[in-house]
Nanobody
Framework: QVQLVESGGGLVQAGGSLGLSCAAS????????MRWYRQAPGKQRELVAA???????NYADSVKGRFTISRDNAKNTVYLQMNSLKPEDTAVYYC???????????????WGQGTQVTVSS
């Protein structure tokens, strides 16, 4: 069984910073792309940032220059460093990862439980 566990959300003032982390655990053979999404109240879930196992990172236009996604493959963990936060960044943040479990023939997409980020003005 594979599990993603997030941590690091909270309340911060506009202009502040927060860091999120998401650790994958369980019977893992390999991890491909890792991503962060967010969902604000009344809005659809949107992709915030993505990092493949190799290659360039991608960001939503709304967070370019402010957010940084990174990963530690040895720890099966993806991070999201969020700087210069704005009230419109308020949302539940979810991590997802394409993971091949031991004995699997293909990757499956797994989701974390979500963590609340609230930015006050």
């Amino acid at each position: 069984q594979v599990q993603l566990v997030e941590s690091g959300g909270g309340l911060v003032q506009a202009g502040g910073s927060l860091g999120l982390s998401c650790a994958a655990s369980g019977s893992i053979f390999s991890i491909n792309a890792m991503r962060w999404y967010r969902q604000a109240p009344g809005k659809q879930r949107e992709l915030v940032a993505a990092i493949p196992s190799g290659g360039s990172r991608n960001y939503a236009d709304s967070v370019k220059g402010r957010f940084t996604i990174s990963r530690d493959n040895a720890k099966n963990t993806v991070y999201l460093q969020m700087n210069s936060l704005k009230p419109e960044d308020t949302a539940v943040y979810y991590c997802s990862a394409l993971i091949r479990g031991l004995g699997d023939y293909y990757d499956r997409n797994y989701w974390g439980q979500g963590t609340q980020v609230t930015v006050s003005s």
